[in-house]
């Protein structure tokens, strides 16, 4: 478990880098504030479990796996909501319907060999 840990630090930071590098501001700075959390536990060495006193850092490990956890569910279902509220404000414009019907007019037609 120990050995994932450098791995899951350099995604959570590319992910909160591409994210601002895009545009993205607040879920990039909620990813960077995420970043910083785990960054503050490996730095204190509690991101790691030791062996021996697996069983004593039971209860702390769990709390912050739930916190780390609930962050990523959150962000998860923020990104997922700006996802459909983008897709449908693309679909309620009238340019957006018509591009909408000639895609999947294309993509029928591709489908179909027509």
């Not at 994932?4 to 607040?26: D, I, M, R």
């Not at 709390?63 to 998860?76: C, P, S």
């Not at 459909?84 to 319907?97: N, Q, W």
Request: proline letters at 2%.
């Amino acid at each position: 478990m120990n050995r994932y840990v450098t791995h899951e630090l350099v995604a959570q930071g590319c992910l909160a880098g591409l994210l601002v590098l895009s545009g993205k501001w607040f879920a990039g700075l909620c990813h960077a504030g995420l970043l910083a959390y785990m960054l503050q536990l490996c730095s204190t060495r509690q991101m790691y479990v030791e062996i021996t006193d697996a069983f004593r850092q039971l209860p702390q490990q769990k709390k912050q796996r739930l916190i780390m956890l609930g962050a990523h569910l959150l962000l998860f279902v923020v990104i997922v909501y700006r996802l459909i509220e983008t897709a449908l404000l693309v679909l309620l414009t009238p340019e957006g319907r018509a591009m909408t019907k000639k895609l999947l007019h294309e993509a029928a037609a591709s489908v179909h060999g027509y």
